[in-house]
């Protein structure tokens, strides 16, 4: 069975200063993928990034980064410099391949992050 | 940039009645899936249909609940008779899943908040 965890139910953080949200995920497939979504004061789900289990590759896009790490079924998400805008509620969430390509996502209870101006 | 539509944005509705979600997803997606996120909660999977049958469901998908692709474009959710606890968001997705590997193109709508009194 799949399971995510993100074990910081919320964090606060003063503007400018980096954050990283946790994530640690279990999963008996060897192909699988990891995802991570922001959603806003307004309710919607807005998609971050998607990651193959086969691509280990961080990945850097302006402010965010994400460190994805097999070895200890962790894929770590850091705002550099954080801004209010950064505010919201982020999800972690894994979808494994399996025999199923179009196989759920099971999301982490996600971490509430609040930049203080 | 191509997205999945979600009417109403908000209904409210008395316990024991019927109501009906809609979703169009994006138009060459091939997967459509329901999620559920109670006020203050994780998103939770509730079911995955794919050519024209559900492909997958989790234990919340009970006999109350049923879904339907009625005309090829829209993509519906039934709830027959709703309980006080039935009250959260629900979210339409769709998927594309195509290429090797996958190409998962898993986009959220916007969702719909549903509140049964």
């Known amino acids: 069975a799949q399971k995510v965890t993100q074990a910081q139910t919320e964090i606060s953080v003063v503007e400018k200063e980096d954050v990283t949200l946790d994530c640690v995920y279990e999963?008996?497939?060897?192909?699988?993928?990891l995802f991570w979504y922001k959603q806003p004061p307004s309710g919607e789900l807005v998609f971050l990034i998607r990651?193959?289990?086969?691509?280990?590759q961080n990945e850097i896009s302006g402010r965010y980064s994400w460190n994805f790490q097999k070895s200890t079924s962790s894929f770590n998400f850091t705002i550099t410099a954080s801004q209010v805008v950064d505010s919201a509620v982020y999800f972690c969430?894994?979808?494994?391949?399996?025999?199923?390509?179009?196989?759920?996502?099971?999301f982490g209870g996600g971490t509430r992050l609040m930049v203080k101006p | 940039e191509p997205e999945v539509t979600q009417t109403p944005s908000h209904q409210v509705t008395q316990m024991g009645q019927e109501v009906i979600l809609r979703c169009v997803p994006i138009?060459?997606?091939?997967?459509f899936y329901w999620y559920r996120q109670i006020l203050g909660q994780k998103v939770e999977f509730l079911v995955s249909f794919y050519n024209n049958e559900i492909s997958e469901k989790s234990e919340i998908f009970d006999d109350q609940f049923s879904v339907e692709r009625p005309d090829g474009s829209n993509f519906t959710l039934k709830i027959r008779s709703t309980k006080l606890e039935d009250s959260a968001m629900y979210f339409c997705a769709s998927n594309e899943v195509s290429g090797e590997p996958p190409n998962y193109g898993y986009t959220f709508g916007s969702g719909t908040r549903l509140t049964v009194v």
């Open positions: 990651r193959n289990s086969f691509d280990e």
């Open positions: 999963t008996r497939d060897t192909t699988y993928y």
């Open positions: 969430a894994l979808s494994e391949a399996g025999n199923n390509a179009g196989n759920m996502l099971t």
């Open positions: 138009s060459n997606h091939l997967y």
